[in-house]
């Protein structure tokens, strides 16, 4: 299985910024799939940003966080970062780092906690 560590996250006013990094271990890992569910205790996890490489590369980005964050990737260091921009109290959550690998069972992050004070 793939081991993941993600780094980042924290207590941040509204309006400020956090920066999320996730790195995938091993070599020659076939990627699909890369990114960051949210979890707020009690509710269902979501699905905040992704990329996708299939035939191409497709960034998916929840409507709640489309224009504020943004979802990067160093496939040579097989790591994703997710900029978060303009932050609100309703981004309060644990952030879980994923990765689909080919022929393996989807890899979670730790999932750091980012608080947004109002």
């Known amino acids: 299985q793939v081991q993941l560590v993600e780094s980042g996250g924290g207590l941040v006013q509204a309006g400020g910024s956090l920066r999320l990094s996730c790195a995938a271990s091993?070599?020659?890992?076939?990627?699909?799939?890369m990114g960051w569910y949210r979890q707020v205790p009690g509710k269902q996890r979501e699905l905040v940003a992704a990329?996708?490489?299939?035939?191409?590369?497709?960034?998916v980005y929840a409507d709640s966080v489309k224009g504020r964050f943004t979802i990067s990737s160093d496939n040579n260091k097989n790591t994703v970062t997710l900029q978060m921009n303009s932050l609100k109290p309703e981004d309060t959550a644990f952030y879980y780092c994923?990765?689909?690998?080919?022929?393996?069972?989807?890899?979670w992050g730790q999932g750091p906690q980012v608080t947004v004070s109002s």
């Open positions: 994923f990765v689909d690998v080919s022929h393996c069972p989807r890899s």
């Open positions: 091993g070599s020659s890992l076939s990627i699909v799939t």
């Open positions: 990329i996708i490489t299939l035939s191409r590369i497709d960034y």
